[in-house]
């Protein structure tokens, strides 16, 4: 079964820790991306990446880093520069074909972190 | 102003109740528009993936776009316990693969 897999589901962290949380899609999408989502608010882009080794910030990197060495794997590292991280993460990828994204955006089922 | 508003709800109906769930968006250049099931503490499901104007259906679900009003609804017909969930609209422009927008989501309860 095709889809996006993400761990941990969930994750405790001491202040001043960084956590990386992983992301696998064996979908064959080019395109993924790392989601924020907290209670009331609409999904928060952090990081997208539209092809292996380059990615970009998002409207809220600051405080996360990513890398993108293989086309299935997009790993999102919280580190203790994030001044809130405790949250529910999204990863999802899309297809992208000739440089352009179809639209559709499919979700893993998401990480949960908190801080103690 | 946000570029898409969507009411928190909570939206409560009987079930076998007819549900109508809406976005209003401020962005004429939006052309894809996607509606999301979201389970506490899961990931958003897709549900219905639309294209420019017009409507869609699948099953029990329609998702209608009207972009003159630059609103975008959801029917969900015989409504069913296990519709109970988060439902989220979310859009983007034709060009800007990596900007989607989201709305904060309605929460729907369907009582038995």
């Known amino acids: 079964d095709g889809g996006i897999t993400q761990s941990p589901k969930y994750l405790f962290r001491k202040e001043g820790q960084n956590v990386t949380l992983s992301c696998e899609q064996n979908?064959?999408?080019?395109?993924m991306y790392w989601y924020r989502q907290d209670p009331g608010q609409g999904l928060r882009l952090i990081y997208y990446s539209q092809i292996v080794n380059d990615f970009q910030k998002g409207d809220i990197a600051e405080g996360y880093s990513v890398s993108r060495e293989k086309k299935e794997s997009f790993p999102l590292t919280v580190t203790s520069a994030q001044k809130n991280p405790t949250a529910f993460y999204l990863c999802?990828?899309?297809?992208?074909?000739?440089?352009?994204?179809?639209?559709?955006?499919?979700f893993g089922e998401g990480s949960r972190l908190t801080v103690l | 102003q946000k570029e898409v508003e969507q009411d928190p709800g909570p939206l409560s109906v009987p079930e076998g109740a007819i549900v109508s769930l809406n976005c209003t968006y401020s962005n004429s250049a939006f052309q894809y528009f996607m509606w999301y099931r979201q389970y506490s503490r899961k990931g958003p499901e897709l549900l219905m993936y639309t294209y420019s104007s017009g409507n869609k259906e699948d099953g029990r679900f329609t998702a209608q776009v009207d972009k003159s009003s630059k609103y975008i609804s959801l029917f969900i017909r015989d409504s069913q316990p296990s519709d109970s969930a988060t439902y989220l609209c979310?859009?983007?422009?034709?060009?800007?693969?990596?900007?989607?927008?989201f709305g904060s989501g309605t929460k729907l309860n369907v009582k038995p």
């Open positions: 999802a990828s899309s297809i992208v074909s000739s440089g352009r994204s179809t639209g559709e955006l499919f």
């Open positions: 979908l064959n999408h080019d395109a």
């Open positions: 979310a859009m983007r422009g034709e060009y800007n693969f990596n900007k989607f927008y």
